[in-house]
């Protein structure tokens, strides 16, 4: 085993930062009470406009995001790797439209899930429960990839071996720390450490977009040799082309439905949605959509370092001796990079995945502390016993992360998370929709919830196009009718909304109950200092 000592030391010094960072946050706007999930799940509702911006850049922009679009940028080209950088563009005009109306229904009631709102809009917790569960099965596997994305780095500093001791020890120690500050900080923790993970992810990129281009030849040059290799026969499959450098016309529906579809689904995440509800005022959401996209320029320059490790000749070969494109990041820079510079790299990726880890894992825990816990098991919970819960729930889900990462194959981590953003878009109608009207009923929406998420579960199972690992290898199949290969996320969403609005239609007609809303019209325009909006809300007052 050869361990890059440079590297090794920098990262260790880079985490252990960021540890004392984390367990130091709970005295940041320490209020007299952290009992409450205002507090502690939601930072005290406090975050201004730039500790919101570099939390959701922490949360948004995952260690994932930095292993894997350059990964398969490398691997197949631009339709599985580029397109994350258009969808991120797309998805800011769409969050400004919205963000504003969820944040001030959600103070206004007190309101900390998209699951609440959905329950105080339509009155019905067999919807609230639907939007609840949904959103914690999708984030399950999205924190595991956090874990995939530490290992990756742990693989290439030389952390690892044929023991469980030797490979899995390092892992162990990053979860038990992350899992520690989480517990004591709450969502205080990510939010001072995406300051740091912030700021190294651009020094890193910059850096390495200047540097890597002068030293191999030029932009020119590494285009040709992406071209080169996307244009070479299939390793799997010699009768087709390796990738796809520029889409063409065949590949134009599948590249732009998964930019769309993928838009749509990311604020529908709870961590999302976590990160947004801490902001103080509800300008602030507007404002981050507004200059948010200063990320997508990053994940651009980020995705051309995959074409820049074809032309350095990067070979990500992991400790098992298979090509492992994970970990082409990583190589690029151990390789090009001295030692020092490719630990704080690595630090960065590092971090990058705790921060989103430790939001995802406080959001989950809200959905179930709220819309289930609360709901069925112990409808008369304190503020201070939803804390409690919600905090072991957190635990409990890092745990299953962890679980997952160590006794599954990582192929198996990355196909349920290509599931999970299938399935959190499917809660799309009943939360956006019902943001701007009642028309839509609540038994409509939740049939159509049920039918998108059959058909989607159904299709990408075993209907994928190009699948190398099934089930769940792939995200695009054929289209109905349509007959392009496409995004299966968006193709059962549009099943979704069109049994929603043929259903409502009908009920409305015949006059069913539509359940009772408690919000009204003004609700959905509070802002801080607005009657009934406190910077945390009162505890007395009911949420369902």
Same mark, same amino acid.
């Given at each position: 085993?050869? #361990?890059?000592?440079?590297?090794?030391?920098?990262?260790?010094?880079?985490?252990?930062?960021?540890?004392?960072?984390?367990?130091?946050?709970?005295?940041?706007?320490?209020? @007299?009470?952290?009992?409450?999930?205002?507090?502690?799940?939601?930072?005290?509702?406090?975050?201004?406009?730039?500790?919101?911006?570099? =939390?959701?850049? !922490?949360?948004l922009?995952?260690?994932?995001?930095?292993?894997?679009?350059? +990964?398969?940028m490398?691997?197949?080209? +631009?339709?599985?790797?580029?397109?994350?950088?258009?969808?991120? $563009?797309?998805?800011?005009?769409?969050?400004?439209?919205?963000?504003?109306?969820?944040w001030?229904?959600?103070?206004?009631h007190?309101?900390?899930?998209?699951?609440?709102?959905?329950?105080?809009?339509?009155?019905?917790?067999?919807?609230?429960?639907?939007?609840?569960?949904?959103?914690?099965?999708?984030?399950?596997?999205?924190i595991?990839?956090?874990?995939?994305?530490?290992?990756?780095?742990?693989e290439?500093?030389?952390?690892?071996?044929?023991?469980?001791?030797?490979?899995? *020890?390092?892992?162990?120690?990053?979860?038990?720390?992350?899992?520690?500050?989480?517990?004591?900080s709450?969502? /205080?923790?990510?939010a001072?450490?995406?300051?740091? &993970?912030?700021?190294?992810?651009?020094?890193?990129?910059?850096?390495a977009?200047?540097?890597?281009?002068?030293?191999?030849?030029?932009?020119?040059?590494?285009?040709?040799?992406?071209?080169?290799?996307? +244009?070479?026969?299939?390793?799997a499959?010699?009768?087709?082309?390796?990738?796809?450098?520029?889409?063409?016309?065949a590949?134009?529906?599948?590249y732009?439905?998964?930019?769309?579809?993928?838009?749509?689904? *990311?604020?529908?995440?709870?961590?999302?949605?976590?990160?947004?509800?801490?902001?103080?005022?509800?300008?602030?959401?507007?404002?981050?959509?507004?200059?948010?996209?200063?990320?997508s320029l990053?994940?651009?320059?980020?995705? =051309?370092?995959?074409?820049?490790?074809?032309?350095? !000749?990067? &070979?990500? #070969?992991?400790?098992?001796?298979?090509?492992?494109?994970?970990?082409? $990041?990583?190589?690029?820079?151990?390789?090009?990079?001295?030692?020092?510079?490719?630990?704080?790299?690595?630090?960065?990726? +590092?971090?990058?995945?705790?921060?989103?880890?430790?939001?995802?894992?406080?959001?989950a825990?809200?959905?179930?502390? /709220?819309?289930?816990?609360?709901?069925?098991?112990?409808?008369?919970?304190?503020?201070?016993?939803?804390?409690?819960?919600?905090?072991?729930?957190? =635990?409990?889900?890092?745990?299953?992360?962890?679980l997952?990462?160590?006794?599954?194959?990582?192929?198996?981590?990355?196909n349920?998370?290509?599931?999970?953003?299938?399935?959190?878009?499917q809660?799309?109608?009943?939360?956006?929709?019902?943001?701007?009207? /009642?028309?839509?009923?609540?038994?409509?929406?939740?049939?159509?919830?049920?039918?998108?998420?059959?058909?989607?579960?159904?299709?990408?199972?075993?209907?994928?196009?190009?699948?190398?690992?099934?089930p769940?290898?792939?995200?695009?199949?054929?289209?109905?009718?349509?007959?392009?290969?496409?995004?299966?996320?968006?193709?059962?969403?549009?099943?979704?909304?069109?049994v929603?609005?043929v259903?409502?239609? =009908?009920?409305?007609?015949?006059?069913?109950?539509?359940?009772?809303? $408690?919000?009204?019209?003004? @609700?959905?325009?509070?802002?801080?200092?607005?009657?009934?909006?406190?910077?945390?809300?009162?505890?007395?007052?009911?949420?369902?």
């Open positions: 085993m050869n #361990i890059n000592v440079a590297a090794l030391v920098v990262l260790v010094v880079l985490f252990l930062a960021v540890t004392v960072i984390g367990f130091q946050a709970a005295r940041w706007r320490r209020a @007299d009470d952290m009992a409450s999930l205002h507090e502690w799940g939601l930072g005290g509702k406090s975050f201004g406009t730039w500790t919101t911006w570099f =939390l959701l850049g !922490g949360d922009y995952t260690a994932y995001t930095f292993i894997a679009v350059p +990964a398969a490398w691997a197949t080209g +631009a339709v599985s790797g580029f397109f994350a950088v258009p969808y991120t $563009i797309v998805l800011y005009p769409v969050i400004f439209y919205f963000l504003g109306r969820m001030s229904v959600a103070h206004r007190g309101y900390v899930t998209t699951a609440d709102i959905v329950q105080g809009r339509y009155g019905t917790r067999s919807l609230s429960l639907a939007v609840a569960v949904t959103g914690i099965l999708a984030t399950m596997p999205y595991a990839l956090q874990l995939v994305g530490i290992q990756a780095v742990l290439v500093v030389g952390l690892g071996g044929s023991s469980l001791l030797a490979r899995d *020890l390092p892992l162990l120690i990053a979860f038990a720390v992350l899992a520690a500050y989480t517990y004591s709450g969502l /205080r923790a990510p001072m450490i995406a300051f740091v &993970k912030d700021i190294l992810i651009y020094i890193v990129i910059i850096v977009v200047v540097y890597l281009p002068a030293k191999l030849g030029g932009w020119g040059s590494i285009f040709d040799a992406a071209q080169t290799k996307m +244009a070479a026969p299939s390793a499959n010699p009768a087709v082309p390796t990738g796809v450098f520029i889409p063409g016309a590949q134009h529906w599948a732009a439905s998964l930019a769309l579809g993928s838009a749509l689904a *990311l604020f529908m995440y709870p961590h999302s949605v976590t990160a947004t509800l801490s902001s103080k005022t509800r300008t602030t959401g507007r404002r981050n959509a507004a200059i948010l996209p200063a990320y990053l994940l651009g320059l980020l995705a =051309l370092l995959g074409y820049v490790a074809i032309k350095a !000749g990067t &070979k990500p #070969i992991g400790l098992d001796g298979k090509v492992n494109p994970q970990l082409v $990041i990583p190589q690029l820079f151990e390789d090009q990079f001295p030692g020092w510079f490719a630990g704080v790299a690595f630090g960065a990726i +590092a971090i990058g995945a705790l921060v989103p880890a430790a939001i995802m894992s406080i959001a825990a809200n959905l179930f502390t /709220r819309n289930i816990y609360k709901a069925y098991l112990k409808p008369d919970a304190s503020d201070a016993q939803e804390a409690k819960v919600s905090k072991i729930v957190s =635990l409990v889900t890092k745990v299953g992360a962890l997952f990462v160590l006794t599954l194959d990582k192929q198996n981590a990355l349920f998370q290509l599931l999970g953003g299938l399935w959190i878009l809660t799309l109608p009943a939360i956006v929709f019902g943001l701007f009207t /009642r028309w839509f009923h609540r038994w409509a929406l939740l049939a159509g919830w049920a039918v998108g998420m059959i058909y989607g579960t159904v299709v990408a199972y075993g209907g994928c196009t190009a699948c190398t690992t099934r769940f290898g792939n995200s695009l199949a054929k289209v109905p009718l349509l007959g392009d290969v496409g995004y299966i996320g968006l193709t059962a969403l549009a099943l979704n909304v069109v929603a609005v259903l409502s239609a =009908l009920l409305n007609a015949a006059r069913v109950s539509n359940g009772t809303d $408690i919000t009204v019209q003004s @609700d959905y325009f509070a802002d801080l200092g607005d009657p009934k909006v406190e910077s945390v809300v009162d505890a007395h007052r009911p949420i369902h």
